[in-house]
C-alpha cells in the first residue's frame, strides 16, 4: 500500500512564488555578469587591490573574490529552489526559509562591510534598500506562506 500523497497542481498564490522562484537566479545571473567582470577589465581590480595604488584598499581583493563566490552560491541555490519548486518536493519550504534568511542578511552585512572598507560611500542607498526590502519580504511573506499553508503542504509532497 502507498501512503504516499499526490501533489496537487501548483496554483493560487503559488503561481506568484513560481515567477519570483524563476526570476530570481536569473536577475542574480544577470547581475553577477554585468557588474563583475568590467572591474576586471577596467583596471578597477588593480588600482583597488595592489598596496602600490593610490585607490588601494586593503581587504578589497578579498572581499570582491568572497562576494562573488557567496553570489554564485545563491544563484546555484536559486536554481536548486527552481528544481525543488517544480518537482514538488517537500522540503522547498525549507529552502525557501533559508536562501531567504541567507539573502536579508549577506546584503545587510554586505552593506555594513563596504562601509568599513571605503570610508564616505553611502552603502544603505536606495538600490541597497530595494534589495533588502526585496529579499526581506520574501523572508516574512512566502517563506511563512510555504511552510503553513494547506495549499503548500499539499502540494510539495514528494
Do not use: C
Not at 587591490?49 to 585607490?55: A, D, F, R, Y
Amino acid at each position: 500500500m502507498n501512503d504516499k500523497k499526490e501533489p496537487i497542481n501548483i496554483g493560487g498564490w503559488l503561481f506568484l512564488v513560481a515567477i519570483g522562484v524563476v526570476l530570481s537566479p536569473i536577475r542574480q545571473l544577470f547581475f553577477l555578469g554585468t557588474t563583475y567582470p568590467p572591474l576586471f577589465t577596467d583596471g578597477s581590480w588593480e588600482a583597488l587591490t595592489l598596496p602600490s595604488s593610490e585607490s588601494y584598499i586593503p581587504y578589497f581583493g578579498v572581499f570582491l573574490i568572497s562576494e562573488i563566490l557567496i553570489n554564485i552560491a545563491m544563484i546555484i541555490g536559486g536554481f536548486y529552489l527552481i528544481y525543488l519548486f517544480f518537482n514538488k518536493k517537500s522540503n522547498l519550504p525549507k529552502w525557501y526559509f533559508g536562501l531567504a534568511l541567507f539573502s536579508t542578511l549577506f546584503i545587510v552585512l554586505d552593506a555594513y562591510v563596504v562601509s568599513l572598507l571605503v570610508s564616505g560611500v553611502e552603502v544603505f542607498d536606495s538600490e541597497t534598500m530595494e534589495e533588502i526590502a526585496r529579499s526581506f519580504a520574501s523572508l516574512i511573506i512566502w517563506s511563512p506562506y510555504l511552510i503553513y499553508s494547506q495549499r503548500s503542504k499539499d502540494t510539495f509532497v514528494k
